[in-house]
């Protein structure tokens, strides 16, 4: 977990993108050798990135971006999602930043076998030689880093999975699970019917929000975990269709 000035840090980064150590020492009233300490214990949980005089969240999908927005919380969720992991599982975990910090999760408590379509979940694990994980091949997305198209859905399609992890862009009643990109929501898509049990991970943000495509409706999943700041409709909508909801 981070104290509380560090997740003061990545709230600030979240608004402005970019910040300098004078401006973070005179904000928290400390330091700057203490900022200076408190961006590289920072960046090396791959939170943001240190540039001349201050630190940067990059733009886009970049999930080095992503984690650092409402860290605490997508941190809770990821602990709470892992208790429903077992040993000796075989386990997907498709993309987003809570899903990466759940990978962190299971792999530091469980023996399972994870598989994934993102390049940054694998990539945590390079130098972890007990971590059991499998890369599923395709079109490389740079920004996301995540694997799409006709080559990553052959794969999943010899697979056999116990639970799939997925991340999302937004959720409507209407329109039901959502993500921005159509090279991943087909992805997802697949995932979806291809496992046994799926479980949609995000925080409470991208509940009420539309986003550009449909990857499937609430009736396809059994389980979803987010923050306990979820909207209280959709915690009774959720309820009334006996989805197993997850709050952390």
């Known amino acids: 977990m981070l104290n509380e000035r560090q997740s003061r840090i990545l709230e600030i980064l979240g608004t402005d993108n970019r910040t300098s150590v004078n401006e973070l020492s005179q904000k928290l009233d400390v330091s700057s050798v203490t900022i200076r300490q408190d961006l590289n214990h920072l960046e090396s949980q791959g939170l943001l990135k240190r540039v001349h005089g201050g630190a940067v969240l990059k733009d886009g999908d970049d999930l080095d971006n992503r984690l650092g927005i409402n860290y605490d919380q997508k941190l809770k969720i990821a602990h709470k999602v892992a208790g429903y992991v077992n040993d000796g599982e075989t386990i997907l975990i498709e993309s987003g930043s809570v899903n990466a910090l759940l990978a962190r999760e299971i792999v530091a408590h469980k023996k399972v076998t994870i598989i994934t379509t993102n390049v940054y979940i694998a990539r945590q694990f390079r130098k972890n030689s007990k971590a059991n994980i499998i890369l599923l091949g395709g079109i490389y997305q740079p920004d996301s880093e995540a694997l799409v198209g006709k080559m990553t859905r052959a794969c999943i399609d010899q697979l056999n999975i116990d639970k799939a992890f997925i991340g999302i862009d937004g959720y409507t009643p209407e329109k039901g699970f959502m993500l921005r990109d159509l090279f991943r929501a087909e992805v997802s898509s697949h995932i ?46 959720f309820q009334k269709a006996n989805v197993d909801l997850i709050l952390a």
């Open 192 to 237: 979806i019917q291809r496992a046994k049990d799926v479980f949609i991970v995000s925080d409470s943000s991208k509940f009420g929000k539309t986003e550009l495509t449909s990857i499937c409706c609430l009736s396809e999943i059994r389980h979803v975990a987010t923050n306990e700041d979820l909207p209280q409709e959709f915690k009774e909508a």
